[in-house]
T-cell receptor
Framework: TQLLEQSPQFLSIQEGENLTVYCNSSSVFSSLQWYRQEPGEGPVLLVTVVTGGEVKKLKRLTFQFGDARKDSSLHITAAQPGDTGLYLCAGVASGTYKYIFGTGTRLKVLA | DAGVIQSPRHEVTEMGQEVTLRCKPISGHNSLFWYRQTMMRGLELLIYFNNNVPIDDSGMPEDRFSAKMPNASFSTLKIQPSEPRDSAVYFC???????????FGSGTRLTVV
């Protein structure tokens, strides 16, 4: 059973556009992490969100943790070709010990 | 910090051959994970170790897969005999704990022909 659903699954946009990626679950998470994976490499940790309602910014990337800690979003402002990659959310659901990854969003930013 | 080091980066082998993938975790990280990634199934956890002890191997697909961690700085994932459906990218990751996130290696791209 996949506990972390991401949407959209695929996204292709033009350079300069804004976009939002969603990570949703019916379970509560004590924290969630976001990773970006570029072709030929492993996922790289971008951020950890811990508190319900928390917002973190990393340059043009804004991460938000839902108030109930069941969902998270990643917003990219003025996307650039260098943002191209697979974005993954991940975490440990309350009551479990397993660290799970979301289904992933594959982003392509066209120059 | 050299990060998580995996070898080889690429492996092409014939069906039926034994394949051994290697991983050196980050020093001080007490948990190590082996994942397999394919387009169809995404990232799948195969096995994880805590303090060199296998904790959960429920993701290992079959008895053909085995993993060892003889010490804190080295782990292997072995497939014997290999089959074409084992073709995938295999990642090793290590962490101090889930709240710190995982550090992944660059992966081994395995092709079984």
């Amino acid at each position: 059973t996949q506990l972390l659903e991401q949407s959209p699954q695929f996204l292709s946009i033009q350079e300069g556009e804004n976009l939002t990626v969603y990570c949703n679950s019916s379970s509560v998470f004590s924290s969630l992490q976001w990773y970006r994976q570029e072709p030929g490499e492993g996922p790289v940790l971008l951020v950890t969100v811990v508190t319900g309602g928390e917002v973190k910014k990393l340059k043009r990337l804004t991460f938000q943790f839902g108030d109930a800690r069941k969902d998270s979003s990643l917003h990219i402002t003025a996307a650039q070709p260098g943002d191209t990659g697979l974005y993954l959310c991940a975490g440990v659901a309350s009551g479990t010990y397993k660290y799970i990854f979301g289904t992933g969003t594959r982003l392509k930013v066209l120059a | 910090d050299a990060g998580v080091i995996q070898s080889p980066r690429h492996e092409v082998t014939e069906m039926g051959q034994e394949v051994t993938l290697r991983c050196k975790p980050i020093s001080g990280h007490n948990s190590l994970f082996w994942y397999r990634q394919t387009m169809m199934r995404g990232l799948e956890l195969l096995i994880y170790f805590n303090n060199n002890v296998p904790i959960d191997d429920s993701g290992m697909p079959e008895d053909r897969f085995s993993a060892k961690m003889p010490n804190a700085s080295f782990s292997t994932l072995k497939i014997q005999p290999s089959e074409p459906r084992d073709s995938a990218v295999y990642f090793c990751a290590s962490t101090r704990g889930p709240s710190y996130g995982y550090t992944f290696g660059s992966g081994t791209r395995l092709t079984v022909v």
